[in-house]
C-alpha cells in the first residue's frame, strides 16, 4: 500500500473516531437532562429506567462506533466482529434470561404499581413491608425483622395483597355463653355487642357491625360479631382490647355468664 493510500486510512479512522466520540457526548446531553428530571420527580420508573436506556445507548454508541473504525482498517476484519458481536449477544441473552426477566419485571411492577416503598404487603408464605424495589428483586422486611429478597421476576407473576391499601380491616370473634343462658339474656348479649360496635371510632355506614346468634354448641351458645375498622392493624387491636373488657363489664353487670370452657377465636 501507498503512503498515499496510508493517509487516507489514517484520516478516514481518525474522522470516524471523532465522530463516534462526538455523538457519544451528544447523546450525554438528553440523557443527564433525563437523569436530572428523574431525581426530581417521584415516578420510581424514571430511576429504573433513565439509567438502562443510558447504559443501552452509551454501549451501542461505541460497539457501532468500533466497528466502523475497524471496518475502515480491515473490511473482512470488520465482519469478523459482526459475527463474533451476534454470537456473543445471542450467548448473553441465554445466559442473562434470568436478569433480563427481572429487569422487565421491575419495569412491570413499576408501572404497574401494586405496591411502593413502605407498603405492608403479602406474597404468599411472606408478609412484611417493602424496603427497596431494585433492577433485580424487591427486598421486603418480614414481621420477624428479616429480609428478603425476591426475584422481580417472580414477584410480577404472583398474587400480591397490598395490606397497606385496604380500606379496612375486617375482625370477627366469638362470644361463648353458658348454655343453660335464658333466651332475655341472650338477646340482651347481643343487643349489648351490637350496641358497642355501633359507636366504634371509624364506623362507616356502609359496613355497619354484624352481631348474630351463630349457634348452639356442644358446650355454649355461640354469638358471632365482625366488624371493620380503618387500616390499622395495631390500633385495631388496641381497639377490639377494649371491646372485649367493655363486653366483659357489661356482661357483669346484666348477669350474663361466659361459657366456663373455651375462649374467643380469632380470625
Do not use: C
Amino acid at each position: 500500500a501507498s503512503k498515499q493510500e496510508y493517509f487516507k486510512t489514517g484520516t478516514s479512522l481518525l474522522l470516524s473516531l471523532a465522530h463516534t466520540a462526538t455523538v457519544y457526548h451528544f447523546v450525554l446531553v438528553p440523557i443527564a437532562w433525563a437523569q436530572k428530571i428523574a431525581d426530581q420527580t417521584d415516578n420510581k420508573l424514571d430511576d429504573v429506567l433513565v439509567p438502562m436506556i443510558s447504559t443501552v445507548i452509551r454501549v451501542t454508541v461505541v460497539l457501532v462506533g468500533t466497528v466502523k473504525a475497524v471496518s475502515i482498517v480491515d473490511p473482512e476484519t470488520a465482519k469478523s466482529v459482526l459475527a463474533l458481536l451476534a454470537t456473543g449477544a445471542v450467548a448473553i441473552g441465554f445466559a442473562a434470561q434470568d436478569t433480563i426477566k427481572n429487569i422487565f419485571g421491575a419495569v412491570m411492577l413499576i408501572i404497574d404499581q401494586p405496591f411502593t416503598l413502605g407498603d405492608s404487603i403479602n406474597i404468599g408464605t411472606h408478609e412484611g413491608k417493602v424496603e427497596s424495589l431494585g433492577l433485580r428483586s424487591t427486598v421486603i422486611v418480614l414481621l420477624d425483622g428479616q429480609r428478603v429478597a425476591i426475584p422481580n421476576g417472580d414477584l410480577a407473576g404472583r398474587s400480591i395483597i397490598n395490606i397497606t391499601r385496604r380500606d379496612f380491616i375486617r375482625a370477627q370473634d366469638l362470644v361463648h355463653l353458658e348454655m343453660n343462658t335464658p333466651a332475655d339474656k341472650v338477646k340482651e348479649a347481643v343487643e349489648i355487642i351490637r350496641e358497642l360496635l355501633s359507636k366504634h371510632e371509624g364506623f362507616d355506614h356502609r359496613l355497619p357491625p354484624l352481631v348474630h346468634v351463630m349457634e348452639f354448641g356442644e358446650w355454649a351458645i355461640n354469638i358471632r360479631f365482625m366488624y371493620w375498622y380503618k387500616p390499622n392493624l395495631a390500633k385495631q387491636m388496641e381497639f377490639n382490647e377494649k371491646i372485649m373488657i367493655q363486653i366483659s363489664e357489661k356482661f357483669q353487670k346484666a348477669g350474663i355468664r361466659l361459657a366456663a370452657q373455651g375462649t374467643p377465636q380469632n380470625r
